[in-house]
């Protein structure tokens, strides 16, 4: 038994899984899981600005597995996808779980963890800053990226990003974003 | 000059960029993986419009929702506005937002506070 990407969805399992999904992460898979999830707020009688910020929220999540993951390991029993992320989204107490897995080269492990790290320390005013600081000076990257998703979960959700990284040989591990919004009218 | 008229997608807003009958407008959803593909063309138009512009532009941004990588190809497109407003022609942009959608507010204020030109923040419902 191998290195399992589901097991950290496995320890953290409060709550209702409303959506999960792994595999190639393509512009169809994130239309319909955005079509899924939109449905599935309405027929839950989210109230507006809640299904709001999840749907943002997740819009930025799939869009950033969209343009970062790294190939899979040669090893992994999924070779097809060419852009493999993991996708759960749960239900709990005060709102919702967006939870996304993907492989990274331990040699970007560093960047992105500066990255959240920044992100994590900084106040919601600086976070703010730090947003208006980045669509005003940074470009958008070769790879499509604007490099303001992580920043703009940070702002609309208001909570620290929580993360895992998980080692899956020599040269690869696993990285969990694990987001909270919460239901700010509770 | 022709107009610019886009159908909206499940991922992209409709536009209409006509001088002749005076309406500038960006509706719907943002949300495309590519937005710079989308937006070229509008940030190219206005790049010619700016040539001979009418004494005013308004524009009407009435989006539900974008995403961070629309965001800086519509920072883009208000930097065109903001040449043609410093070559001393009246421009405003209206940025329309719903009652209870304070993100949306907020990403106006965003730009408000980096482009120099008149917004006028309008509430809906």
New interface residues.
């Given amino acids: 038994m191998g290195f399992d990407v589901e097991s950290y969805l496995s320890e953290h399992s409060n709550g209702d899984v409303i959506l999960y999904y792994k595999g190639n992460i393509d512009s169809d898979v994130i239309n319909h899981v955005l079509d899924t999830v939109e449905d599935k707020l309405v027929a839950g009688n989210e109230h507006p600005k809640l299904r709001k910020k999840v749907y943002n929220v997740l819009v930025e999540s799939l869009q950033n597995l969209y343009h970062h993951v790294d190939r899979v390991p040669g090893d992994f029993e999924d070779q097809s996808s060419e852009r493999y992320g993991l996708l759960q989204i749960r239900k709990i107490e005060d709102g919702y779980k967006i939870i996304t897995g993907n492989f990274i080269r331990k040699d970007n492990i560093e960047r992105l963890e500066e990255k959240i790290k920044r992100i994590n320390r900084s106040s919601q005013e600086e976070i703010k800053e730090l947003y208006k600081f980045i669509l005003n000076h940074q470009r958008i990257t070769n790879k499509g990226g604007g490099g303001l998703g992580l920043v703009d979960i940070a702002r609309k959700t208001g909570n620290k990003l929580e993360y895992a990284f998980r080692e899956y040989n020599s040269d690869y591990s696993f990285f969990y974003l694990d987001i909270h919004v919460n239901d700010n009218e509770k | 000059m022709e107009p610019i008229i886009i159908e909206g997608t ?2 992209t807003p409709s536009v209409r960029f006509d001088a002749n009958a005076k309406i500038f407008e960006i509706k719907g959803r943002s ?1 495309p ?4 593909e989308f937006y070229k063309p509008l940030v190219d138009w206005l790049e010619q419009y700016k040539e001979n512009p009418l004494e005013k532009t308004e524009v009407n941004i009435k989006l539900e ?1 974008f ?3 629309s ?3 519509i ?1 883009d497109v208000f930097k065109k506005l903001e040449a043609i407003h410093k070559a001393k022609n009246e421009v405003q942009i209206n940025w329309y937002y ?1 009652e ?2 304070e ?1 949306m507010l ?1 990403a106006g204020e ?1 730009y408000e ?2 482009i120099r030109v008149p917004f006028k923040m309008i509430v809906t419902e």
Avoid at chain 2, 33 to 36: A, F, Q, T
């Fill in positions: 499940a991922k949300i993986e590519n937005s710079v929702y995403n961070t990588s965001s800086k190809c920072l719903e209870d959608d993100d907020e965003d506070s980096i």
